[in-house]
Structures are given as structure tokens and as C-alpha cells.
């Protein structure tokens, strides 16, 4: 069975950091792209940043770039999200998301559950 | 790229056909997926690459379209189905965008 676990979320005071992490199993990580898509409470998704399979391509939102990081770990299962900088507006759910066995672009067939990060002072 | 789906809800009977519409501003080709959300879950992909359904999603959601206008048909609507429904983009990402939803109600 699939299985995405995020971490790392919680409180944090605006400039601070983050640090966001994927636990994947059931399926071969190493052979997926994966990102990072986030709900602000009560509205629509939003793209964050995806990674290719081996970390050689990696993109950003706009709203994100030059604060955020993706990286991953193929040997330990896991996907990263480095997050510096954070604002209000960063306030969201974290979904990791796997990128679709079979497809040729960047659509996601599964989802984790998400953690909450929270940007207040 | 921004995607603009409509309508914002749509109020539709169990049974009843519901058809949602996306439109891009510029071409995506067929480099579009629709999402299901249900409240305190994660999206369920329905549909990519425009038409292909997803594995496991019924037969009685369709997807349609190419360049800048799409829609996603639900034939018979289901309690299941009442929901939110994304489009979103990839055509050459980076970046990889979302419509804003359409909620689909019961009428």
C-alpha cells in the first residue's frame, strides 16, 4: 500500500524556519518525482515545488523561490522541504504528492494527508 | 498560466449530470488533471493527461478538451460525489498551477 507520511510542521514566528519532511512506502521512491502542494485552511491547493526523480530537476512557485528548498532522499525513502523566511501568508497544510505511475506530466495520484504549518507572532 | 474554473458551485440532484468547465490563459495542450476533494481529505485524482481516467475512478466521470478549455463530466452523480473539483496544469512547469474549485452541491 501507498503510503505518504508528512512531519514537521507546527508554530513558528515569521522569518523563522522549517524544516518539512515525507516518509514514503509501498512503492520504489527512487523511481518517482515528487512535491509539495499546500491549502491555505478553508481554501484552494497550490503548488509548491516538485523534484525529479534523482533531485536533477527541481521548480518553485514563484512565491516560494529563493526561500524554499526541495531535496530528497532516495536511500532513505523521504522528502524534504526546507522552508526559510516564512511569512503569514505561508500558513497551510503540506501535502507531499507522488507524481502519476504512467503519465508523462506532473499529476499526482497520491497524496498524503499533510501537516500544518502555522506563520503567527 | 491561470486557470479559471466554473461555475464557483454548482447545485446538482443525486443522479442528475453535472458538468464543470476549466478554461486556461494560454494553451496547456493536454497537460491537465482534475482533482476530488472532500473536506479533511487529501485530493483524489480523477482524471490526467485531459481524458484518461485514473485507476479505480468510475466510468461515470469523463474528462475532455485540449489547449485552453476543458471539462469534466460526472453522468450520474453519486452522494459520493459532492465535492470540490480542481483542475490543474502542467505544460511546461515549472510553475504547475490550480483553478480555484468548483464546490458541487446538492440541489
Known amino acids: 500500500e501507498v503510503q505518504l507520511v508528512e512531519s514537521g510542521g507546527g508554530v513558528v514566528r515569521p522569518g523563522g524556519s522549517l524544516r518539512l519532511s515525507c516518509a514514503a512506502s509501498g512503492f520504489p521512491f527512487r523511481a518517482y518525482g515528487m512535491s509539495w502542494v499546500r491549502q491555505a485552511p478553508g481554501k484552494g491547493l497550490e503548488w509548491v515545488s516538485s523534484?525529479?526523480?534523482?533531485?536533477?530537476?527541481?521548480g518553485y512557485a514563484d512565491s516560494v523561490e529563493g526561500r524554499f528548498t526541495v531535496s530528497r532522499d532516495n536511500a532513505q525513502n523521504s522528502l524534504y522541504l526546507q522552508m526559510n523566511n516564512l511569512r503569514a501568508e505561508d500558513t497551510a497544510f503540506y501535502h507531499c504528492a507522488r507524481r502519476t505511475l504512467g503519465s508523462e506530466g506532473w499529476d499526482f495520484d497520491y497524496w498524503g494527508q499533510g501537516t500544518l504549518v502555522t506563520v503567527s507572532s | 498560466i491561470v486557470m479559471t474554473q466554473s461555475p464557483a458551485t454548482l447545485s446538482v440532484s443525486p443522479g442528475g449530470r453535472a458538468t464543470l468547465s476549466c478554461r486556461a490563459s494560454q494553451s496547456v495542450s493536454s497537460n491537465l488533471a482534475w482533482y476530488q476533494q472532500k473536506p479533511g481529505q487529501p485530493p483524489r485524482l480523477l482524471i490526467y493527461?485531459?481524458?484518461i481516467r485514473a485507476t479505480g475512478i468510475p466510468a461515470r466521470f469523463s474528462g475532455s478538451g485540449s489547449g485552453t478549455e476543458f471539462t469534466l463530466t460526472i453522468s450520474s452523480l453519486q452522494s459520493e460525489d459532492f465535492a470540490v473539483y480542481y483542475c490543474?496544469?502542467?505544460?511546461?512547469?515549472?510553475?504547475?498551477?490550480f483553478g480555484g474549485g468548483t464546490k458541487v452541491e446538492i440541489k
Open positions: 523534484i525529479s526523480w534523482n533531485g536533477g530537476d527541481t
Open positions: 493527461a485531459a481524458s
Open positions: 490543474q496544469q502542467y505544460n511546461n512547469w515549472p510553475p504547475i498551477t
